[in-house]
């Protein structure tokens, strides 16, 4: 029986391969349509990244309920929840840096 944290693992390090060569594909193609407007680039970014997040939850969620009526494989199922728990995970941290940022900002005297 193969080791849960392994294929986790390799799970998980697909998946992020699979979305960097996703957002380079994009930054390549958004930086040759607007040379000069960098600041909308990066909340264009942020907004695509918040909706993929939303969505690859909605897809394990669906992914999980199609498994308990019987429509889903487990291995469907055990990807698309560990896809979810990694979405999760990274949005959690990212959020937790941006109200670290936050609070260090609110520190700085005037």
């Given at each position: 029986m193969a080791d849960f944290n392994a294929v986790r693992s390799a799970f998980a390090v697909q998946n992020a391969y699979t979305?960097?060569?996703?957002?380079k594909?994009?930054?390549?193609?958004?930086?040759?349509?607007?040379?000069g407007s960098q600041g909308g680039e990066f909340s264009q970014m942020v907004a695509r990244a918040?909706?993929?997040?939303a969505d690859t939850v909605r897809k394990g969620d669906a992914t999980a309920v199609a498994g308990l009526t019987g429509q889903a494989g487990l291995q469907q199922v055990v990807e698309a929840t560990m896809a979810m728990e990694s979405t999760v995970r990274v949005s959690v941290a990212v959020r937790d840096k941006l109200v670290e940022a936050y609070q260090e900002i609110m520190r700085m005297p005037i």
């Open positions: 979305n960097t060569r996703a957002l594909g994009d930054e390549a193609k958004n930086a040759d349509a607007s040379q918040a909706t993929n997040a």
